[in-house]
């Protein structure tokens, strides 16, 4: 059964600082890329970043570049966002989501989500 498990939300202040994590229960993880979404209250679910399953070609919404880092470990099967200068925009659940085999945009596993909250 395939699993995509976020943690690490929270409640900071602006200009703060979040690492997420996705620990991912996919044979083939190694295989696929992988990306971060977030949906704002009220607003349709969002791109945030992805990166490819050799940990390159990292890619990112206008809005974070420059303040958020994607990475992943493919021997713990786990990927990486390091969210710094937070902003209250930033505000939403966040998902993971392992992409399809050999697609890099269509994302056929998703997480549960995990909550961040920046604060004025």
């Known amino acids: 059964q395939v699993q995509l498990v976020e943690s690490g939300g929270g409640l900071v202040h602006t200009g703060g600082s979040l690492k997420l994590s996705c620990a991912a229960s996919?044979?083939?993880?190694?295989?696929?890329?992988m990306g971060w979404f977030r949906q704002a209250p009220g607003k349709e679910r969002e791109f945030v970043a992805s990166?490819?399953?050799?940990?390159?070609?990292?890619y990112y919404v206008d809005s974070v570049k420059g303040r958020f880092t994607i990475s992943r470990d493919n021997a713990k099967n786990t990927v990486y966002l390091q969210m710094n200068s937070l902003k209250p925009e930033d505000t939403g659940v966040y998902y993971c989501?392992?992409?399809?085999?050999?697609?890099?945009?269509?994302?056929?596993?998703w997480g549960q989500g995990t909550q961040v909250t920046v604060s004025s």
């Open positions: 989501a392992a992409a399809a085999l050999r697609r890099t945009d269509v994302y056929d596993y």
């Open positions: 996919i044979r083939t993880f190694s295989s696929r890329r």
């Open positions: 990166i490819a399953w050799s940990g390159g070609n990292p």
